[in-house]
């Protein structure tokens, strides 16, 4: 079974940076990738997709301060984050879709056919 697995999380102070990595396990080609964010009782937040095609798209909050990237659709999966806030600081996760599908790569497909990592947590403070 395969597993998503993320790292780099950790405490940054407001204006720092930090880089997550997402790896599937075994390696394996994802089709659609995201990263999402959640607080302690709040509702989960997709910030960042990247679909095999390398389309991209991010929520408003974080344009212009976060990256995803990934060498090829099997390797490694990345989100630099920049600028930091500390209305960054949550639980952060990776998911992906493993399957190739018809549907646009967002919050919606992987919501619904994603494997999920267990989460890392980003801490900022000001």
């Known amino acids: 079974q395969v597993q998503v697995m993320e790292s780099g999380g950790g405490s940054a102070q407001a204006g720092g940076s930090l880089r997550l990595s997402c790896a599937t396990v075994?390696?394996?080609?994802?089709?659609?990738t995201g990263w999402f964010r959640q607080v302690s009782g709040k509702e989960r937040e997709g910030i960042a997709f990247?679909?095999?095609?390398?389309?991209?798209t991010y929520v408003d909050s974080v344009k212009g301060r976060f990256t995803i990237s990934q060498d090829d659709p099997s390797s490694p999966l990345f989100l630099q984050m920049n600028d930091l806030k500390p209305e960054d600081t949550a639980k952060y996760y990776c998911?992906?879709?493993?399957?190739?599908?018809?549907?646009?790569?967002?919050?919606?497909?992987?919501?619904?056919?994603?494997?999920w990592g267990q989460g890392t947590e980003v801490t900022v403070s000001s």
């Open positions: 998911a992906a879709d493993l399957t190739p599908r018809a549907a646009d790569c967002g919050w919606a497909r992987l919501d619904r056919h994603a494997t």
């Open positions: 075994p390696e394996t080609q994802r089709y659609c």
């Open positions: 990247i679909a095999r095609n390398r389309r991209i």
